[in-house]
């Protein structure tokens, strides 16, 4: 049964301010819902009878041929705005993108190495069809930041958390079509919550804890949770943002128990028999899941805060930015500060902080708040076509307190 209703709001803007502290308390952020709701009902419709045309696959040079017929529609319908336009036939992918070329390089060693990550992690079945990879110049939606439709299409706002994000689907998806199956919501999306934050180490993809995991719970705390049972029954059309961040950390405290790889296997050995997971998790948890659910519930609330306490004095670099495809556009620089001692003007693109590629905020929050107040980083910036070396060092700055209630 439902514990409580959940009125999470759905949003995949990036509005957090780095302004010499953290006027955002990571408690007021909302998960991100990738995909949109028309779009979620139509993959809904459509993905039984896509998943279930497995069988009938064009040869080599039929999918060549339409990856060329694909790259064609593409330069026709974004023209000018797009600095990229590639098929590679080694990869199975056509790109289309608005990056220059070292980040457009980057998107390619990312998908190569996360399909490799992911097809030694969990997933038996490679990509068979061509995918489609678009980053355009400017997102149309500030509300949904990425799409995967199927078969083979992925757009996304940034090549960071987004892309990670559509890609993981995508790659689930073919895994799916090469099994005959068609998963549930939960472990779609749980999957694709799980790796859109990903980071890849030694060739295996390491899922990463973020602040959102203040907000789950704070949820749990409030008893605004769905039962298991219930959660993983669910279709499209009743899947929330809420769940997206539930399912997601179910599946984390599966991989953080060492048993991810066992429950995937399980569960798609076991799919004829129980399609929603339950009977797999069961198995693998050694406990029904009423008791999955009490035992994950305690894990998350003993999970460490990845950001320092409200009112805290927090490590701060003293700037604002927006979000940008690549990096993150300054926009703000406080006079005296951090950057403004590193030289950064507004205008600036940052890509790099303490040896680590920053995409999104989520970057940012993980290098600052690793440090401490005083540490010297490198950092790396564009301006303009050039990139540039630079250090910084971090300050602290106070957070106000949230008013009493």
Known sequence: MKLSASNWKASSRRDWKETGSIKESAMNRWPVVRMGVLLALVAALLLP????AADVQPNPQELAAKAGDSLEK???KYGDSMSHYEVDNDLKMVFATALDDRSHREVKEFVAAHAKAMQRDL??????RYLTVVIPKKWANPKVTGHFCPPAYVDAATIGSNLRHEFTHALHFADQQGRGQEHPVWIMEGLAVLYQDSRIVDGFAIPQVTYRVM????EVTNKKIYAFPVMMKLKHRAFTSHHYAQAGSMLMYLYQKGLLKKFYTTFTDGYKDDPTGIAACEKVCEKKIEDVQKEWVDWLLKLPPPLPVPGANRPALGLGFKQQADGLLIDRIEPGGPADSAQLKTGDVL???GGERIVDDEDLIRVVFSRKIGDTLPLQYRRGDQYVDAKITVAGGQETPPPAK
Not at 123 to 128: G, M, N, Q, S
Not at 215 to 218: F, G, M, T, V
């Open 49 to 52: 009878s896509v998943i279930h």
């Open 123 to 128: 997933f038996v079945h490679p990509l068979e």
């Open 351 to 353: 890509v790099r902080l």
């Open 74 to 76: 593409l330069k026709k």
């Open 215 to 218: 907000e789950l719970q704070q």
